[in-house]
């Protein structure tokens, strides 16, 4: 397998930033749909007590899809995180490399991205991994 070189990680940089934002924005639609305390429609935030349940599932709470979404909104902002550290931290990239990777993955819990995020933050996760320092050679 070949590995990436130059001065600083750009690919690894640029794909795992545009990722992160995908996953953050999708996750953030995902939240805004389910929100907490669901204050839309026609009884807003009456509707867990006009059912006479309190619970996650009954309105009022957001539900696990709520939970889903943010741990989406989490990993995008750990992918954007770790975007930032590889091209700025070079000395690390292979442990960025590894957060961003391990993120990207978890992001699938909310939208990852519309799927596209987690590929992109996946491949830029590699090429971090895979990025050398340019040695010169005499």
């Given at each position: 397998m070949a590995t990436q070189t130059g001065e600083r990680p750009t690919?690894?940089?640029v794909l795992s930033l545009i990722g992160g934002l995908l996953i953050?924005?999708?996750?953030?639609?995902m939240f805004g749909f389910s929100g907490p305390g669901n204050y839309g429609g026609m009884m807003g935030g009456y509707y867990g007590f006009m059912n006479r349940y309190y619970g996650m599932?009954?309105?009022y709470g957001g539900g696990w899809f709520s939970g889903l979404a943010a741990v989406g909104i989490v990993s995008g902002i750990m992918v954007i995180l770790g975007a930032i550290m590889v091209y700025n931290e070079t000395g690390s990239t292979s442990t960025w490399g590894t957060l961003i990777l391990v993120f990207s993955i978890a992001g699938l819990l909310g939208t990852g991205g519309f799927f596209i995020g987690a590929i992109l933050s996946v491949v830029g996760g590699i090429l971090a991994l895979t990025w050398r320092r340019e040695t010169a050679r005499p």
């Open positions: 690919a690894s940089f953050l924005g999708g996750s953030g639609i599932m009954g309105g």
